[in-house]
């Protein structure tokens, strides 16, 4: 008897160890992100200044962590912005020489402009957008690892199709985040 209790419970420190115990899901905040003109922004990776998962943390034991949600561009000047690949930092003090920042301004948030080469790393997924439509999105890899494990998330733009104009925003909305043990 003491043998088939044994066995499952060892096959679950496996899988375990493996990464393939998948965790509740938690929420998070919803986000607004003010978007610059992206007229000049072609081939650059855009750190707004505000912080998107504004201290939800997950335990440093978890990894993969993913995060689901819906994103919905919304433009009342007609912007045609309609894909946009995300990026993730844990925080932007530690930005690489490649990048430059610039103050907010009546038509812009405060951002940090970088080259998109150096940004790879941070690479997180695409956000497939249709104005005025909320389009789920998932979103992974190391740099939203680290970052969800601060409880401090960065989100950084790379405009790919279509074009966002000042006042311009993209709702993050529906979030959930989950992760494996």
Request: glycine letters at 10%; hydrophobic letters at 40%.
């Amino acid at each position: 008897m003491m043998r088939s209790v044994a066995l499952p419970l060892t096959a679950a420190f496996l899988l375990a160890g493996c990464g393939l115990i998948p965790t509740p899901s938690v929420d998070i905040q919803d986000s607004v992100q003010e978007l610059p003109d992206s007229s000049a922004l072609g081939g650059k990776v855009v750190y707004l200044d505000q912080d998107a998962l504004k201290d939800n943390r997950v335990p440093s034991v978890l990894q993969q962590v993913t995060v689901r949600g819906d994103a919905t561009y919304l433009s009342t000047s007609g912007g045609t912005l309609s894909r946009v690949e995300l990026f993730v930092r844990p925080d932007l003090t530690s930005l690489p020489g490649t990048c430059r920042e610039y103050p907010a301004s009546l038509v812009a948030p405060r951002m940090f402009v970088c080259e998109a080469d150096g940004e790879k790393a941070q690479s997180v997924g695409t956000l497939n957008l249709t104005r005025g439509q909320g389009v789920a999105f998932t979103l992974s890899g190391a740099a939203l690892d680290t970052a969800a494990k601060g409880g401090r998330g960065y989100f950084g733009l790379r405009f790919t199709e279509g074009r966002s104009l000042s006042f311009d925003t993209l709702k993050l909305t529906n979030m959930k985040a989950s992760a494996r043990l």
